[in-house]
T-cell receptor, first 113, second 113 residues
Framework: LAKTTQPISMDSYEGQEVNITCSHNNIATNDYITWYQQFPSQGPRFIIQGYKTKVTNEVASLFIPADRKSSTLSLPRVSLSDTAVYYCLVGPLGEWGTDKLIFGTGTRLQVFP | NAGVTQTPKFRILKIGQSMTLQCAQDMNHNYMYWYRQDPGMGLKLIYYSVGAGITDKGEVPNGYNVSRSTTEDFPLRLELAAPSQTSVYFC????????????FGPGTRLTVL
């Protein structure tokens, strides 16, 4: 079971870079790291996914060290609209419904003006 | 594309009543899922389906039933509602697993009194 550990909450100010770290010491060879964002009263939204090194898209970057035991979601220059809960999921592709790819309690990010 | 749609948005049930939460997607996704989210918690998988006629239990299936007669629809049935089923219910869908991206509906907020 690739259990994940993330901070319960984080605070930031507009314009700052935010880094949210997820620990997953028991990650398996065929596991991928996936991050979701959830705004209040909405369903989660896929942000980014990676296997190793660095992945970047228009929303965020994902940094994964060589041992893959942790990962860091980086949000550049956050705005008030980035206030949300961020979930780190670890598991093989498409193996939902097993004991992997679980939405934990996530990290609640609050961005202040 | 409407994406994933859910009805109703809100519902209050009395203990012992039954209801069906509707979910439909127009993206031709084979995979569909039902989650519940209790206040301040992550999402828990109730049931999922990998195609029409195929369903399987998730983490918390007790008290619920599903069916999948078409690719588009995946209704969730609550029999004998209990206060413990008060929650927000999210339906999601995805392609066959080339990544771990799920597309979520807007949710149904259910209260059982």
């Amino acid at each position: 079971l690739a259990k994940t550990t993330q901070p319960i909450s984080m605070d930031s100010y507009e314009g700052q870079e935010v880094n949210i770290t997820c620990s997953h010491n028991n990650i398996a060879t065929n596991d991928y790291i996936t991050w979701y964002q959830q705004f209040p009263s909405q369903g989660p939204r896929f942000i980014i996914q990676g296997y190793k090194t660095k992945v970047t898209n228009e929303v965020a970057s994902l940094f994964i060290p060589a041992d893959r035991k942790s990962s860091t979601l980086s949000l550049p220059r956050v705005s008030l609209s980035d206030t949300a809960v961020y979930y780190c999921l670890v598991g093989p592709l498409g193996e939902w419904g097993t004991d992997k790819l679980i939405f934990g309690t996530g990290t609640r990010l609050q961005v202040f003006p | 594309n409407a994406g994933v749609t859910q009805t109703p948005k809100f519902r209050i049930l009395k203990i012992g009543q039954s209801m069906t939460l509707q979910c439909a997607q127009d993206m031709n996704h084979n995979y569909m899922y039902w989650y519940r989210q209790d206040p301040g918690m992550g999402l828990k998988l109730i049931y999922y389906s990998v195609g029409a006629g195929i369903t399987d239990k998730g983490e918390v299936p007790n008290g619920y039933n599903v069916s999948r007669s078409t690719t588009e629809d995946f209704p969730l049935r609550l029999e004998l509602a209990a206060p413990s089923q008060t929650s927000v219910y999210f339906c999601a869908s995805s392609y066959p697993p080339t990544n771990n991206e799920q597309f979520f509906g807007p949710g149904t907020r259910l209260t059982v009194l």
